[in-house]
């Protein structure tokens, strides 16, 4: 296993371009997604685009909405073995 070698970071990723990316995942329209989750569809478009900051309460109700971890939507490029050995 020693001529395995870790992938290179290639892209940093923002905390609005998770939520597009895991929104388009599954096929919802930000339309969709703001119905679901209960907030302005402009919110939906701010955040995406970085406008709007995302914050924990709206990371929490769009990751029900999207069954995911809140931290994966605030914290995208979070390395965790790095930060463990830190």
């Known amino acids: 296993m020693s001529d395995i070698r870790r ?33 302005p569809q402009s919110t939906i ?12 309460e709206r990371a929490k109700s769009l990751a029900r909405v999207l069954k995911c971890h809140p931290a994966v939507l605030v914290f995208p490029g979070w390395d965790v073995h790095a930060e463990s050995a830190a």
């Open 45 to 56: 478009s701010g955040i995406e685009r970085g406008r709007v900051n995302l914050g924990v």
């Open 7 to 39: 992938a290179k970071r290639r892209v940093t990723v923002s905390p609005g371009e998770s939520l597009r990316i895991i929104r388009e995942l599954q096929e919802l329209s930000q339309n969709q997604l703001a119905e679901l989750a209960g907030m």
